[in-house]
């Protein structure tokens, strides 16, 4: 490091969590049931037969959280809004309890000085709107309106920093194409659908925040730079399906107007033609895009791996536990990609992080120096964009708390902060230390 990074004095620093990934007490006052409460405990889903009952707790234990994060030196905390406390059955009836945990858990990171940064969904939703169609019944785009619409009037003046959805590609992905998240059936001919409501109620509560609420609202997606294995046109031609199917499948339409042609290739004869109409609504201009980045990818051609029709191909390099390659650059090409590709808005790095098999907590200590490491080498590339004239205005570490990692359950410790189960028993990494000097020093120690 020829000189020493210097981010911005208003970078906003932070770090990320989920709401089914942590709260626990998934039925408490007055919560209706969830996809993911009912699919967590569908035996065979998840690993170790692991589920949300208990999680870190954190429903209960958000004072305690609000002040690791108070000594972590955090600015900002993103965290999201369980759906099913709001409205038990999807819509109509409000649950006013489930609404009172937001209202004194905004309170409290307001009071701590603490910037709450809310998602709308990151994946859980009442279990009955799975019932009646899911994201791939087109009224869900309204159901999903309703609900942000709600929560904008109800957390005014509390929240002012808002995103509507967490990684649409994963719900469809994961949902609809491979069964491996809920509704947990794969239903290829459905995700087209499901993917495009997404996008339409994105928009519909961008409108609706536009009419009653405060602050700043965005989107935020997953990106994965692609890479092909060789120049061969098959592997070439794999890598173009792929980066689309990813990367371009929901920022095309929201930036450029229209799906990528790909699509159409990729889903052939299930691919719809949608209304016109629906092209210029998914156009509602937001104030930030999020990203969430992890690793990179290089994809060949593979003909039998439906429906995108590529593999990967496993670098000889460091992988996380999630067999993920440790790729830093990958972040800051994320970054100049989507304001060379789409627009000058801001842009937030809404997730960075990586699991790796930590130590248990010795003399309060936990000594996790592959994810200083990471962290290190992702908040470089992260300047390095900033240097390049990205408007980067934050970062979020990927979690402030080890959680439960959806189908690999508890197993995959993202935290910054160990939770040892089931006494919840929190302790700061070695890594919370390192994120706290690097806030501090606005980088100069990376
Ligand atoms: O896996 C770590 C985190 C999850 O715990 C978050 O809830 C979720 O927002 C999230 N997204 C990603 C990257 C999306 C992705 C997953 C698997 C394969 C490709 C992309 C990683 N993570």
Redesign the pocket.
Known sequence: MTTKPSFPADFLWGAAT?AY?IEGSPLADGAGVSNWHRFAHRPGTIAHGDHGDTACDHYRRYEEDIQLMRELGLQAYRFSIAWHRIFPEGRGRLNPKGLDFYLRLADALNNAGIVPCATLH?WDWPAALDDQGGWAHRDSAQWFADYAHTLFRALDGRVKHWATL??PW?IVHAGYIEGAHPPGVPAFAKAPHAAHNLLRGHALAVQAFRADGAGQIGLVV?L?PKFAASAKPEDQAALARSHAYMNRWFLDPVFLGGYPEEMADIFGADWPRFPEEDFKLIREPFDFLGI?Y?SRTVVRDEPANLPVRDARVRQRAEHTA?DWEVFPEGLKTCLTWVKQRYTTLPLYVT?NGAAFADPPAVAGRVADPRRVAYLRDHLRAAHAALAEGVDLKGYFA??LLDNF??AHGYGKR?GLVRVDYPTGTRTPKDSARFYRRVIESRGAVL
């Open positions: 989920s990934q990151h967490n990684e994963v997953n994965e969430n992890y999630m997730e990927w979690s990692e959806w993202f």
